[in-house]
């Protein structure tokens, strides 16, 4: 069964990977002009997907990313029946993390504030 799991693992890396391009264009091409590298490029693949609704928008970010969810909600459901040691291993870890949830979230919290400052500060210096 490994061998099978790290093919999924591959696959769904592929089936994400346009669209994960396609977020991290978005982002680098409002860090700096879009005269300079690498906004340039960024915007150009932004605009080939913009420019391709239906290969850019619905095969690439939308049918390969759903195929993505399914394919690993599948492997997931069927691993957590068959496989008793996840079972016991996510159990145990519930078990370790739960003295510590709320320091784990604080800890969230503080960098999904940091990501949120980052993204503003990048926007402010963009306009």
Not at 85 to 93: G, T
Request: hydrophobic content about 60%; proline content about 5%.
């Amino acid at each position: 069964m490994k061998p099978i799991k790290r093919a999924i693992a591959a696959l769904e890396l592929m089936l994400i990977f346009p669209a994960a391009l396609f977020m991290t264009a978005l982002f680098v091409r409002n860090l700096q002009p879009r005269e300079y590298e690498p906004a340039h490029t960024a915007q150009a693949i932004v605009d080939w997907y913009a420019g391709s609704v239906h290969v850019g928008l619905w095969l690439l970010l939308v049918a390969l990313p759903f195929t993505a969810l399914v394919t690993g909600y599948i492997t997931l459901q069927r691993c957590w029946t068959i496989d008793v040691q996840l079972r016991r291993a996510a159990q145990s870890s519930v078990d370790i993390i739960r003295p510590h949830l709320a320091l784990l979230l604080v800890a969230a919290a503080t960098l999904a504030a940091g990501g949120f400052l980052a993204i503003v500060v990048l926007h402010m210096l963009a306009n």
